[in-house]
């Protein structure tokens, strides 16, 4: 898969953060539009401050009007830095808020709601780091880019004061100003279309280094890294991400370093050429001293804001293509309809028929179809079960079923229904699904289980779902019982659950929900044959009057579903009931033999 990234104009991604800033901080706009003349306004008082008290002394005018003058431009003065002061006060938090907000709302908001199917792309991948990196980066401009523009304003403000200045003293020195900020800049904007230029690659080296360093600190790696030695092994690949990081870096800051040292360099020529010339005017016309004071100052605050001008417009061309880089992975498009669609089955209709026709899914820059032209009905109320060696396509034809992942081609129809009809989030109230890789939550026990806030758990149901689940007894012997937390990284004094407990308590939470379709996706892993058959008996119990997909290893823990499934190669190669596919004399009976033989060894043994 390989989209074409939508373009974002200036204008468009000025207009788009002064409204998200405007959602959860509309002072912060306020003020930073209201008061931003306030910096040129205060550098042009400054500016004037000298020469009024040296033309008052040049005139020998009275001590009192000295006096009034000095005060009263003293006085604004203050008031305009307080005022700045406040401005800069309130932009520090306003980016700090917005980038919290933006990192922790709306990035992880989009990454928990967009198509499934749409975030296993490795594509989405990237663009996400992008966005990650626009938002969290060394110069975080997403987050500043209403800042980075109110700078900008001001030096124009700032610039084109201090331009009027000049122009009464000697108009040529505005083109030879320009003229040397304008290498300057020519070499920002060189920098900046280089920098993005490499933003694909750099964001590919951080993903990597990401999720390196994320899996040697992950606690649920903890004990293989200690048994198996990978600490060697895991350092080895950090460090070769880190050094590749590193280069990056080096590069980008060796760039803004060079660029810096030129634009210093001008503005030491422009300076000192300027100086030059006022001291021969001051020694060969009739130039007052306040003059002279007000021109110097104007050259160097010239100087000073064109500097600061060219610094804002390069950082707002940096941040608009960060900004572009946000919106890019926010504007991911779904696939599956998010707006009104077909009304899920009435109780009356349930339980529900399943149906797969022709369809066909391959993985992201996959070469071959993991599912290929495959047909399914599964009838109302039936339990089927999917067996199968890795690798045949079971986990991922249930993933196609639960709509997680989209066909590229064919139909999966619920009671008759295309699914595709079916609002997304709506259709997965149908399913209750529990995977291979469940993961708890930082939360109560019972909060676990029911996914729901304190006050809308059914503790009857809970408890009834735990004691289903074979763990009642296991919470039941905790100090706080089924508000006892979970996960020790977040919350001090936490449980910690076995693997079996865990898949135990995951069983729970899929009981809770009480669906009419139930998919297990090898949840009992952890569990023994005997347990595993236990778990699998009294599913058999509570899902009756449901539609049930199991898929297992353990061949003997499906027998009591109406049919089993046998995929090789995301086909269907043999099907019928446990008795039938053992005297079939197939591939099927020869899988169970063997698990069987090795059951009846282990049991000798």
């Avoid at 019972?446 to 009857?460: H, S, Y």
């Amino acid at each position: 898969m390989k989209r074409k990234q939508k373009k974002y104009n200036y204008f468009s991604n000025l207009k788009f953060m002064l409204k998200e800033h405007w959602k959860f901080d509309k002072l912060y706009i306020i003020l930073s539009v209201g008061l931003t003349p306030l910096g040129a306004l205060a550098s042009v008082t400054a500016a004037y401050l000298p020469k009024t008290v040296l033309d008052c002394v040049e005139n020998k005018s009275a001590v009192s009007d000295l006096l009034l003058k000095v005060g009263v431009m003293s006085l604004a003065l203050i008031i305009l830095n307080y005022l700045q002061g406040v401005l800069q006060n309130k932009s520090w938090t306003g980016r700090n808020l917005a980038r919290d907000i933006m990192l922790h709302s709306l990035i992880c908001n989009k990454v928990m709601t967009m198509d499934y199917n749409n975030y296993t792309y490795n594509e989405t991948r990237v663009l996400r780091e992008k966005a990650w990196n626009a938002v969290h980066g060394w110069d975080a401009s997403v987050a500043r880019f209403i800042e980075l523009n109110c700078t900008a304003a001001s030096s124009f403000f700032g610039f084109f004061a201090f331009t009027a200045i000049i122009v009464e003293c000697n108009p040529w020195f505005i083109p030879i100003l320009i003229l040397c900020y304008g290498i300057s800049m020519a070499g920002w904007l060189i920098f900046q279309k280089w920098k993005d230029k490499m933003k694909d690659k750099i964001a590919e080296t951080f993903l990597r280094l990401h999720y390196v360093t994320y899996r040697s600190k992950d606690f649920s790696n903890a004990k293989d890294v200690r048994i198996y030695d990978m600490s060697g092994f895991l350092m080895r690949k950090i460090d070769k991400h880190l050094d590749d990081a590193t280069k990056w870096n080096i590069l980008r800051n060796n760039g803004h370093f060079i660029n810096c040292m030129l634009e210093d360099v001008f503005k030491f020529g422009v300076s000192l050429g300027a100086y030059i010339y006022l001291i021969y005017l001051k020694l060969n016309s009739d130039m007052t001293l306040g003059d002279f004071s007000l021109y110097f100052g104007a050259i160097t605050g010239f100087g000073q804001w064109l500097a600061k001008l060219v610094d804002s417009v390069s950082e707002i061309i940096s941040g608009a293509h960060n900004v572009g880089d946000f919106r890019s992975f926010l504007d991911l498009k779904d696939k599956m309809n998010k707006e009104k669609g077909s009304a899920l089955p009435t109780e009356e209709e349930l339980p529900c028929e399943i149906e797969l026709k022709n369809i066909s899914f391959s993985y992201d820059k996959a070469e071959k179809p993991t599912i290929d032209n495959f047909s399914l009905k599964i009838n109302k109320g039936e339990k089927i079960a999917v067996v199968g060696v890795n690798g045949a396509g079971k986990s991922t034809l249930v993933k196609l079923i639960c709509g997680l992942f989209v066909p590229d081609k064919g139909q999966i129809f619920i009671n008759g229904t295309d699914s595709a009809s079916f609002n997304r989030d709506e259709y997965y109230k149908l399913f209750t699904t529990l995977f291979q890789d469940c993961s708890l939550l930082p939360a109560s026990i019972a909060k676990n289980v029911t996914l729901q806030e304190e006050k809308k758990i059914d503790k009857k149901r809970l408890y009834e779902c735990l004691h289903l689940a074979g763990i009642l007894d296991k919470i039941e012997g905790l100090p706080q019982k089924e508000n006892t937390l979970l996960v020790r990284e977040v919350h001090e004094g936490a449980v910690s659950l076995s693997g079996g407990e865990l898949q135990r308590l995951l069983l729970a939470r899929a009981l809770y929900k009480d669906a009419p379709i139930i998919i297990l996706d090898e949840p009992t892993a952890a569990l023994d044959p005997i347990a595993e058959n236990d778990m699998y008996m009294k599913y058999s119990e509570l899902t009756k009057n449901k539609t049930a997909i199991y898929i297992s290893h353990r061949l003997s823990s499906t027998r009591f579903c109406d049919r089993i499934i046998l995929l090789d190669n995301a086909r269907i190669i043999e099907e019928g009931t446990h008795k039938e596919l053992l005297s079939l004399g197939g591939k099927y009976a020869e899988m169970f033999e063997t698990q069987s033989k090795y059951y009846k060894e282990e049991a000798v043994i």
